[in-house]
């Protein structure tokens, strides 16, 4: 059985009384329904001068500057798993998209997708969740939309999340800077979240103890530009996991990547987890992680403070770009030998965010 | 049976040859297949400068002024339906979000659900309907997400856009603008969209020619706002109807508006389905039409430039706001007497968008 989500004590309120137990069609139909799911569920939650107006869209004021804008689907399954839901990973997975560019996230759009039937506690769940997690990224929601469909016609709960940022000047973030000479930092263990979902999944969370990282990175990118704007590229692995990020910068850039076996940070819960169920923890879907590449000189400074992050404790030096192999990722092992590290042809583990 | 969408001559190219015919899980899942689905399917069709960098977020250089910002899901049903499906659906209903708050609608995101075993035939057309009507309205894709669910936990699919205009200086449409005396004027006929769907789900395509009015409403805005940047308020009826949206603006605004008997335009095929189901027009889902609050020395000049668009053809005053009844929109009858138009309980029209 999946854990309950942790919601602080304060955001843990009862679910207001409603017309209906269960998610209806006609509370996407747009009338008084829907009108009721907006003012009894969202806005006690969301709640902000902007959304408040309840128009069609959002009109913001922001601050000059190159717009970061980002959407992502998320269809996860289970929808409550060790250390999260998929609330709060809709709204880390947006935040940390936006992050990436080197921008701080400041606006959110949330859209659902239910199932008719959904139970109204489940929904409130994982708004709750959503509003705690918004906090902590320190972002609002400003405009939604919810739709429902018929029973068997999706698995419960869809939520898209699209985020804006500003890309402060002067930051100048992308997958095709790479230059020989960069190292490459993960900030932190790699493969809890995607591992957590599938224990979860395969019924093995009990013995596991393999918990979600998914967690919002924007302070931690924010700590990195602090040291220096000259990050060269960051990027979230989640899906396809660290592997295949790494790939798409290499090709990107085209440049290689070579990897040191042994550098990369696993948690032995999670190796172990990996190893019952066959999968290669490089291949594995984070969501609280991102793996930056950074100029040699900067990268003593940048670790460190990473190390500092409560984000990025565990933050360590994985390899280095090189001008030979361009376009591969390589990983050295022990024996001085190398091997590829491929993208994943990828399968293995779907609705995993 | 569906009618098959109406795709341009010179963009209904052939699928290009892929390794599989269907949707499989891992086109989801962030590896090989995700690529080639991007680069074979997507890139060919929404490609640009922003979109082609593949990175988890557009960096945009954006015009100074407010940004308007909005988001939706589509989960049509039947995805095919006479007159459009559910692409243009999701390009036109973001760019009429984004149109009403007087925005011009700039850039777009894509988030699709796809179900496993979706034909990538299916997906193609799809792609191509959105080709064309995105470059209809002017507007770039630049950023996307697709994930892929298993047989039978989605219907076919589910497609999110977000979308982003800049709001002209002077500009101020809102729901909470109406004033006793200003004017209430419809862009065309209603229930057209909605009916188009009904009438397909029902079997009953064939007999009543009923076609829906998907369009983007932007440069209509535009032509309304050339003659004067004073209009009140602004929305695109869709779920719910003219009478949602008109209850809306009675209530935010706190005025009573009142319509006149026989000044709505409905088409004639329209109003013989509507009869046929027993659903009134006023309540029926429209993707192509607008609803206009303006002052009343103003509205017959916006009127007169409605009617110069190819979208606003058959534009007409249907009614004005009072203070009297406020909070309320009601109906002149044709003997003098007034019965109240209230908002929806509406799960009459499930999944019309």
């Known amino acids: 059985m999946p854990d309950k989500p942790i919601i602080p004590e304060a955001l843990s309120c009862p679910l ?17 329904l829907s009108a009721q799911l907006i003012e009894k569920l969202f806005l006690p939650r969301f709640g902000n001068q902007t959304l408040d107006k309840l128009e069609d869209q959002a009109v913001l004021e922001l601050p000059p500057g190159r717009l970061a804008f980002t959407t992502d689907s998320f ?27 080197g921008a701080q996230p400041l606006y ?13 506690e489940t929904l409130h769940r994982i708004l709750l969740s959503m509003e705690a997690t918004a906090r902590a990224a320190n972002i609002v929601v400003v405009t939604g939309d919810t739709k429902v469909v018929n029973r068997g016609k999706c698995d419960q709960i869809f939520i898209n ?6 890309v402060p000047e002067g930051v100048n973030i992308s997958a095709a800077n790479l230059q020989p000479g960069d190292k ?9 979240h995607g591992m957590a979902v599938m224990t979860t999944r395969e019924g093995l969370s009990f013995q596991s103890r393999v918990t979600s990282d998914t967690a919002p990175l924007n302070g931690l990118v924010k700590a990195m530009l602090a040291v220096t704007p000259e990050i060269h590229a960051l990027r979230d692995p989640t899906r396809g996991g660290l592997a295949t990020s790494l790939n798409e910068f290499a090709r990107s850039s085209q440049v290689g990547i070579s990897l040191e076996e042994g550098a990369v940070p696993v948690r032995p819960e999670v190796n172990g987890a990996c190893e019952i169920l066959g999968i290669d923890p490089l291949y594995v879907a984070n969501e609280g992680k991102l793996v930056a ?9 940048v670790l460190k403070a990473m190390r500092q992050h ?23 092992t022990g024996l001085g030998a190398s091997r590829i590290v491929d993208m994943a042809v990828g399968d293995q583990l779907p609705r995993i965010c």
């Open 16 to 32: 207001p009384i409603m017309d209906h137990d269960t998610i209806q069609l006609a509370h996407g139909a747009g009338g008084k």
């Open 184 to 192: 490459v930092i993960i900030s932190g263990t790699v493969a809890d």
């Open 293 to 301: 590449v950074v100029p040699g000189q900067q990268s003593a400074a």
């Open 108 to 120: 959110i759009s949330v859209g659902f997708i239910l199932e008719e039937g959904l139970p109204m």
């Open 161 to 166: 999340t699209s985020g804006l940022g500003v």
């Open 310 to 332: 409560e984000y990025g404790r565990d933050a360590a030096i994985i390899g280095e770009v090189t001008s030979i192999n361009p376009g591969l990722v390589t990983m050295r």
């Open 75 to 101: 269809v996860v399954e289970p929808i409550f798993f060790p250390g999260g839901d998929i609330g709060d990973l809709a709204v880390n997975g947006t935040v940390n998209d936006v992050a990436m560019s």
